[in-house]
């Protein structure tokens, strides 16, 4: 089993930043893309940004220029940097995983909450 932890959301103004990380753990041995997604009430989800397991990244239009996601393959973990936030951007964020040991397999978050509000 694989289990993926995400920090760093919380309530902030908008215009500022914050950074949310994902560690992954368990039976994985190998992961191929990372990546971020939300969920804002009444939507549904979509998809954020992701990366590769050689960095390529894929970013949602409403976010090119302000986030910036990163890797430690080392480490298993990911980054997802947030600049310039937005109301819009208010949301329940999830990491995202594709790997394993033996099989590989699609893994999500428990989510962590980003507000972004005056």
């Known amino acids: 089993q694989v289990q993926l932890v995400e920090s760093g959301g919380g309530l902030v103004l908008p215009g500022g930043s914050l950074r949310l990380s994902c560690a992954a753990s368990g039976s994985i041995s190998r992961i191929n893309a990372m990546g971020w997604y939300r969920q804002a009430p009444g939507k549904q989800r979509e998809l954020v940004a992701r990366i590769s397991s050689v960095g390529t990244t894929v970013y949602a239009d409403s976010v090119k220029g302000r986030f910036t996601i990163s890797r430690d393959n080392a480490k298993n973990t990911m980054s997802l940097q947030m600049n310039s936030l937005k109301p819009e951007d208010t949301a329940v964020y999830y990491c995202?995983?594709?790997?394993?040991?033996?099989?590989?397999?699609?893994?999500w978050g428990q989510g962590t909450q980003v507000t972004v509000s005056s």
């Open positions: 995202y995983v594709n790997g394993g040991r033996f099989v590989l397999a699609d893994y």
